[in-house]
Nanobody, 120 residues
């Protein structure tokens, strides 16, 4: 059984920083793209950033220049470094991974989400 587990959320003041982490565990053959999505209050889930297995990154315009996505392929982890946080970054942040399990079946997996609140 494959699981994605996020950590690192919390309450931070505007202008502050947070680092989110996500670890994939279980029977995993390989992982393709990984990413972070978020869902703010009363909003739809939206893409924040993605990274391919080769390290190519893509960012939403609203976070470009403030957020940095990275991954460690050996540890099946993905991270999101967030700086200059704004109140509008407040959301539940979800980790996503496109992966092949031990049986070779491909699926998109989601973590349970971690709350990020930016407020003074």
């Amino acid at each position: 059984q494959v699981q994605l587990v996020e950590s690192g959320g919390g309450l931070v003041q505007p202008g502050g920083s947070l680092r989110l982490s996500c670890a994939a565990s279980g029977s995993i053959r390989s992982i393709g793209a990984m990413g972070w999505y978020r869902q703010g209050p009363g909003k739809q889930r939206e893409l924040v950033a993605t990274i391919t297995s080769g390290g190519h990154t893509n960012y939403a315009a609203t976070v470009s220049g403030r957020f940095t996505i990275s991954r460690n392929n050996a540890w099946n982890t993905v991270h999101l470094q967030m700086i200059s946080l704004k109140p509008e970054d407040t959301a539940i942040y979800y980790c996503n991974a496109d992966l092949w399990d031990g049986a070779g079946i491909r699926n998109a997996y989601w973590g349970q989400g971690t709350q990020v609140t930016v407020s003074s």
